[in-house]
């Protein structure tokens, strides 16, 4: 394992110990603004987790998946902005 495979596999250890912390928020915060953020920041690291893994695995397709998963994750959190300010998705 190289130097740098060591790296990312310490980063996406760390991003999935810290995605708890959002989860958390996800499940305690206080108002529906402080729910869509953690689930928008959980979305972030698991996209950031899986180009980890894309390097870790030297599978570069990995990349195109998350970033399929990061677009999704942010038409997700504007719809359901959207439909928090509004009451409709029109």
């Known amino acids: 394992m190289t130097a ?15 995605t708890f912390a959002s989860l958390y928020r996800a499940y305690v915060g206080p108002t529906t603004s402080d729910r869509v953020i953690s689930i928008n920041v959980i979305t972030t690291k698991v996209a950031m987790m899986i180009v980890l893994l894309a390097v870790i695995t030297d599978q570069h397709m990995f990349v195109d998946v998350a970033l399929i998963y990061a677009m999704m994750g942010f038409i997700a959190t504007v719809c359901v902005a959207k439909y928090i300010d509004h009451g409709d998705l029109r």
Request: zero cysteines; charged letters at 0%; aromatic letters at 0%.
């Open 4 to 18: 740098v495979h060591l790296a990312a596999a310490v980063s996406a250890s760390v991003i999935a110990l810290l």
